[in-house]
T-cell receptor
Framework: NAGVMQNPRHLVRRRGQEARLRCSPM?????VYWYRQLPEEGLKFMVY????????ESGMPKERFSAEFPKEGPSILRIQQVVRGDSAAYFC????????????????FGQGTRLTVV | TQLLEQSPQFLSIQEGENLTVYCNSS?????LQWYRQEPGEGPVLLVT???GGEVKKLKRLTFQFGDARKDSSLHITAAQPGDTGLYLC????????????WGLGTSLAVNP
């Protein structure tokens, strides 16, 4: 019964390179969320996706960042032309499809990808 | 902007002591989750509370959601070194607003 799987666990990129972070949700989960965590700022929402659809990207920087959740395969968070300020832990979470007015936002997290930009 | 404030920020206690940590907001949430995070790992869900005044127990942990659904508390009885970690609260919306708003956490150290 695999949980949320993220890879790689650690990623080192030079300034200007691209970073690709992958997330496979828990079996049966159709919602994926990406969060960024910095030591003094806590977890910040970036984007919420369903299969082939971005639902809420209000936390995504307008430039260089993009996310997708294709019909087949993992969700990808892509950061182009990375800068030192992108260094952080990036967490993916997933939740099942819930029906009804009382559905809540309970989510299960992966172990994260720690991105270091040098 | 919705904010969640957690207190205390740091807590160091001896094994066997009781403790309470708090999560407060001026905003109403449709649900509130408590997570525990250990260094180098992702947050692990402990409990979800959805009803104002709700109390949930998980072994030695007792979680309470405020009547107005703006605040929550976590009480640990007879703390053990294995309880050491960062305790995070996160408030959730409803409908398509499914993103979680996070507090900065309470870092708990339980000394043997």
């Amino acid at each position: 019964n695999a949980g949320v799987m993220q890879n790689p666990r650690h990623l080192v990129r030079r300034r200007g390179q691209e970073a690709r972070l992958r997330c496979s949700p828990m079996k049966g989960h159709s919602h994926v969320y990406w969060y960024r965590q910095l030591p003094e700022e806590g977890l910040k929402f970036m984007v919420y996706l369903q299969k082939e659809n971005i639902i809420d990207e209000s936390g995504m920087p307008k430039e260089r960042f993009s996310a997708e959740f294709p019909k087949e395969g993992p969700s990808i968070l892509r950061i182009q032309q990375v800068v030192r300020g992108d260094s952080a832990a990036y967490f993916c979470a997933s939740s099942p499809l819930l029906q009804g007015e009382d559905m809540n936002t309970e989510a299960f997290f992966g172990q994260g990808t720690r991105l270091t930009v040098v | 902007t919705q904010l969640l404030e957690q207190s205390p920020q740091f807590l160091s206690i001896q094994e066997g002591e009781n403790l309470t940590v708090y999560c407060n907001s001026s905003s109403v949430f449709s649900s509130l989750q408590w997570y525990r995070q250990e260094p180098g790992e992702g947050p692990v869900l402990l409990v979800t509370v959805v009803t104002g005044g709700e109390v949930k127990k998980l072994k030695r942990l007792t979680f309470q959601f405020g009547d107005a659904r703006k605040d929550s508390s976590l009480h640990i009885t007879a703390a053990q070194p294995g309880d050491t970690g960062l305790y995070l609260c996160a408030g959730g919306g409803a409908g398509n607003n499914r993103k979680l708003i996070w507090g900065l956490g309470t870092s708990l150290a339980v000394n043997p």
